[in-house]
């Protein structure tokens, strides 16, 4: 234990637990989704309402340390751990209270996605979140949230109505349209740069009566036509329509493309639609079926298992680049054709994936921080178990990223900003994402609620001087 974490105590009347090296329950509290990028804070305070969170930012000012904010855990970057310093962990803050009448929802600072699709979804109501289920809405709303339903829906931030904040002194502040609407706009985008969101409330929709997921899987000769195929669904597809499609190599060493249709239409739309992707070319495997909202989301990531299910699949590191495809189809083809058949070697090899990046315009007034631009967003993309791997995966998945760069094939991701350590600190690649004016904006706003930059890892606003 070390010195820093000797000093570290409970303050008085703390509701939750402050967890320091050594103690029971530490180490599996400082696990996150990236396993390379568990850091060993000095503790982390795990809080079970605002008071708890204003505590913890106070011991944090005190004692100088470091803050990361965990909600989900699901950070790629790794950005909801630290190294020596506090995390604040909203874990246990994760309370629903679903109102059908206005179809909205008060959700607590630790909600994961799958929480309030199972509560949502006795009322026959769903939210706009991602596509896994594990993954906290505090990130991914405050970012972005882009998922099945948004197409037909907008983004989550945009289905964001309400939310209360703690900011970096401890002050805490409602942000809505009619309160404090300059952060509530600022907190739609880039909000995890104003202080640690403890509640919002959210707009819900008709929850879809089924989905269609499972795989599809083509060989190699077919990759160039389902490509285009993918491509015109990406532009022209109904707004039930976010396919999620991966490419890599088989056992065999040939270049393959898998297909979740991810379809949340009626059944009619759901068999034209999906069915000219099952016959722009011929199959190898197709796993796809007819399924509940719930179980397409937990499709990816194994629903509400933990992370430290020792069934769960085992993760042990993640690395990951985006950016979205810009320009001539058949060029960004061609160049992700030869990218994934360069990928040739022994396992584990890194894979390429594309999603549908496309919502709908808000009504005017309404739009928050977050970016805007349709297209098909590009993830290069690894993950392994062994250590031993940590250096060459980062350069292949690197490299790999540095080519689609070099053959002018892509431009900023929107989606950018939910995947924090893609952006890493590079203020020149922020500053692209949300655009300048936007950004001078965020920074403005950064230097009036956190001028000294405590909130920091995340996708980094710095503070205007």
């Known amino acids: 234990m070390t010195d820093q974490a000797d000093a570290v105590t409970t303050p008085p009347r703390f509701r939750g637990e402050i967890l320091t090296p050594g103690d029971a329950g530490y180490d599996e509290a400082r696990s996150v989704f990236n396993r390379r990028l568990i850091g060993r804070p000095a503790a982390i305070a795990r809080c079970a309402g605002v008071a708890d969170v204003r505590a913890a930012l106070r011991l944090a000012r005190e004692q100088g340390l470091e803050i990361a904010v965990r909600c989900g855990g699901h950070s790629v970057g ?7 310093g506090l995390v604040i962990d909203l874990t246990l803050m994760r309370g629903i209270r679903v109102d059908p009448a206005s179809a909205t929802a008060w959700v607590g600072g630790g909600t994961r996605a799958i929480d309030i699709i199972l509560e949502a979804a006795e009322f026959g109501l769903a939210p706009v979140t991602g596509v896994t289920a594990k993954v906290g809405l505090g990130g991914l709303l405050l970012g972005l949230g882009e998922g099945y339903l948004t197409p037909r829906h907008g983004f989550g931030v945009d289905n964001v109505l309400e939310l209360e904040l703690v900011t970096a002194d401890g002050e805490v502040l409602q942000a809505s349209a009619e309160q404090n609407p300059d952060l509530f706009w600022a907190l739609r985008g880039a909000g995890p740069n104003f202080g640690v969101v403890t509640a919002m409330r959210l707009r819900l929709h008709p929850a879809p009566q089924q989905g269609i997921g499972g795989f599809v899987t083509f060989g190699h000769d077919d990759v160039r036509a389902v490509s285009r195929h993918l491509w015109e669904v990406m532009e022209h597809g109904s707004a039930d329509y976010f396919p999620l499609a991966k490419y890599d190599l088989d056992e065999k060493g040939q270049m393959r493309v898998a297909v979740i249709p991810g379809h949340v239409g009626g059944a009619d739309l759901a068999e034209r639609e999906v069915g000219a992707l099952r016959s722009c070319a011929t199959p190898v495997n197709d796993e796809t079926r007819p399924m509940s909202y719930v179980e397409l989301i937990e499709e990816i990531d194994g629903g509400g298992a933990s ?15 985006q950016f ?23 396992a584990p090899r890194p894979f390429i994936s594309l999603w549908r ?8 007034g309404t739009a928050g921080a977050a970016p805007r631009r349709h297209g098909t967003a590009l993830f290069v993309a690894s993950y392994w178990s062994d250590p031993a791997d940590d250096e060459e995966q980062v350069r292949l998945v690197d490299e790999i990223t540095a080519a689609f760069v070099d053959a002018g094939v892509v431009t900023e991701a929107i989606d950018a900003i939910n995947h924090v350590g893609v952006l890493d600190r590079d203020q020149e690649r922020v500053r692209r994402v949300y655009g300048e004016e936007a950004y001078q904006r965020l920074a403005g706003l950064k230097a009036v609620y956190d001028p000294k930059n405590l909130f920091h890892r995340n996708c980094n606003v710095e503070p205007s001087r």
Request: hydrophobic letters at 35%; zero cysteines; aromatic letters at 6%.
């Open 307 to 321: 992370d430290d299910d020792p069934a769960a699949p085992r993760r042990q590191a993640w690395e990951l680049k």
């Open 78 to 84: 790794g950005w909801s751990s630290v190294e020596g």
């Open 357 to 364: 990046s496309v919502a709908p315009e808000p009504p005017p």
């Open 324 to 346: 979205a495809f810009d320009g001539d189809a058949e060029r960004q083809i061609e160049a992700m054709i030869e990218q994934t058949e360069g990928l040739a070697g022994p």
